[in-house]
């Protein structure tokens, strides 16, 4: 039987809720044709499905990013070339394209591509106006270079352990900083250098900036005489292919500089310079790598690509049934609601209140996306880092209460009582599910009642660990219960009530009184409604109910769940897709 062709729906138009809209500088007359004509050829980033870690251009303008260790050339919104295995990038905009992969490097070069071999422990990849390349080795460090007419590669050691290398001059010269010390490398001979501070290199081997800690210095590497300093500092550059600006990223973000007049231009709507990637086009205009999409800015700093699915890495919290619904999020806590025929809604979890409370142990927090939903599809419950929980009606997406489970145990949080408990025992305090792994993030998972209802969380306050039963009616607590030992959520019994691993004791709690399972427990398990424990080098007991035997502790990520058919989450969207059978 004919099927019918396979049908896409994404990209309908969005609302946001809980953040505020963003402020972009104006751009000036002269620039408003050319960002027009920019917008309508950048409309979308390009998005991968691994995080960016390096952008640059060839010497035709196209676009190179590296993601996931695999190459991409671009040819306009499209990629169109591709290289595994990669684990550095060299593309300024001037000459062939260099790649670091394992133990070669590989020139990407019009006139035909060559494969080097090379340490497989290279790093700072760089090459030369005329060819070299070089780059740094580690224990001791030594600089490694290979010069265009040469077969041998030369390795010279340097008189340092963390060299730090910028670039080669136009004379051939390496120029490699230390902590205390300037170095210029010239074949096998390695002197000091005019000044302690790095030096970076522009392409053309003719400029380099001298990053002093209160300003920076353009200085011309023909004769190693200043040009003129900015006030502004850094730590990385990142030179235009014709050096006639480079770009300074610092702890207060990245600024543009002319590097013949020293004009310096803030570019406040760019990334810090420790969460983006960044490289100048040949036509002035910027790409920044935001998590796994790459934006484009004009030259003065203006975001031209706008996207309605998630720059960072998303993983998919849950999914209908049906096939018609989707719930994502990412590591920035992004939460996405997406509908097969209706518009998407973004909730944006950073631009909520963070309750700010101190965690006793690093495993204790909530990580965005855990998320559960009610047997009728009805609601989702989404934790996100900070010590909240979002609650998602299904139907519409809109976010029905933010509730803070990080709040001081008082009368203001509902009824509430104390429980004492020991410690547990240190050697199973986390439940082993293969070799370097554990449970912990797993446990925070929110139990939600089978209608929807009543939701149960952990919090913190201080010490003390929280366990919160809300009535979701009216987002409010309706019963608490305080613990002075670390606390997990085990899962849920068919008659609602939730298990709780408290110290060394197992509770069954709910709206009634609470109940004592066991005591002197180091690990529980729950499975088909049975509650197994153990103690510390004891065998497995059913202490609620009795069917079959304790499960394996499963190694699965709470956050990923199954796709059903015709729901598919590539490159930070969902689309659904339609392969129903023609009539």
């Known amino acids: 039987m004919d099927a019918r062709p396979t049908v896409c729906r994404a990209g309908l138009p ?12 104006i751009p000036s007359p002269t620039l408003i044709l050319g960002l027009e004509l920019a917008v309508a050829l950048a409309a979308e980033p390009r998005v991968h499905d691994a995080t960016v870690s390096a ?25 169109h070339l591709s290289f595994g295995g990669v684990r550095e990038l060299w593309a300024p905009g001037t000459g062939p394209v260099v790649l670091a992969a394992a133990d070669r ?17 290279l790093s700072q990849l760089v090459r030369g106006p005329k060819g070299q390349l070089a780059g740094m080795l580690p224990r001791p460090s030594r600089l490694w270079r290979l010069d265009e007419e040469e077969d041998t590669p030369l390795a010279v050691e340097l008189p340092c352990t963390d060299g730090r290398l910028g670039g080669i001059d136009g004379r051939g010269r ?3 900083s230390c902590r205390t010390m300037g170095l210029v490398v010239t074949d096998e001979q390695v002197v000091a250098a005019p000044w302690p501070e790095p030096t970076e290199v522009s392409p053309d081997g003719r400029w380099g900036v001298r990053l002093e800690p209160d300003q920076s210095t353009v200085v011309d590497l023909h004769t190693d005489q200043p040009l003129g300093s900015v006030s502004a500092t850094g730590h990385q550059v990142r030179w235009s292919a014709d050096s006639a600006a480079f770009l300074l990223g610092g702890a207060e973000g990245w600024v543009r500089v002319d590097t013949a007049t020293r004009a310096v231009t803030a570019l406040p709507a760019l990334d810090a310079p420790a969460e983006a990637a960044v490289a100048i086009g040949a036509d002035g205009q910027l790409v920044v790598a935001r998590g796994a999409a790459v934006d484009t800015h004009d ?24 096939g018609d619904w989707a719930l994502t999020a990412d590591p920035r806590e992004l939460v996405i609601w997406w509908h097969r025929d209706r518009p998407t809604v973004r909730i944006d979890g950073s631009a909520l209140p963070d309750p700010q409370a101190r965690r006793r142990h690093p495993l204790e927090r909530s990580a965005v996306g855990h998320a559960v939903v009610d047997a009728e599809e009805r609601v989702a419950v989404v934790a996100l880092e900070k010590g909240m929980a979002l609650v998602i009606d299904l139907a519409t997406g809109q976010l029905l209460h933010a509730l803070p489970l990080d709040q001081p145990p008082d009368a203001t949080l509902g009824p509430h009582r104390s429980l004492d408990v020991e410690a547990r025992p240190r050697d199973n305090a986390i439940a082993s599910c293969g070799p370097g792994a554990h449970l912990g993030p797993r446990v925070v998972t929110p139990r939600l009642s089978a209608d929807g209802r009543w939701l149960t969380t952990l919090g913190w306050w201080g010490d003390a660990s929280l366990v919160q039963l809300w009535d979701l009616s009216r987002g409010e607590v309706v019963r608490l219960w305080v613990f002075d030992q670390r606390t997990n959520l085990v899962g849920s019994l068919p008659d609602e009530r939730v298990v709780v691993h408290a110290g060394d004791k197992v509770f069954a709690l709910g709206l009634g009184a609470e109940k004592v399972l066991a005591d002197g427990v180091a690990e529980v398990r729950l499975g088909d409604g049975t509650v197994w424990v153990r103690g510390r080098k004891e065998t497995w007991r059913a202490v609620d109910g ?9 190694c699965a990520s709470p956050t990923t769940v199954a796709s059903p058919e015709g729901v598919h989450l590539a490159r930070g969207v969902v689309r659904f897709m339609d392969t129903a059978p023609a009539p």
């Open 14 to 25: 969005h609302t946001e809720t809980g953040a505020a809209p963003s402020e972009s500088a």
């Open 55 to 79: 952008v640059g251009f060839d010497a035709e303008g196209a676009l190179w990013t590296v993601a996931g260790r695999r190459a991409v050339r671009w040819e306009g919104d499209e990629p």
């Open 105 to 121: 490097l590989i020139v990407v070069d019009p006139n035909g591509d060559r494969s080097l071999e090379a340490p497989p422990t």
């Open 174 to 176: 390496a120029w490699v």
């Open 299 to 322: 030259p003065m700093g203006r975001q031209l690509t706008e996207w309605a699915g998630h720059r960072w890495v998303p993983h998919l919290l849950a999914a209908g049934a049906a």
């Open 546 to 554: 009795s069917q079959g035997s304790p499960p394996e502790p499963s």
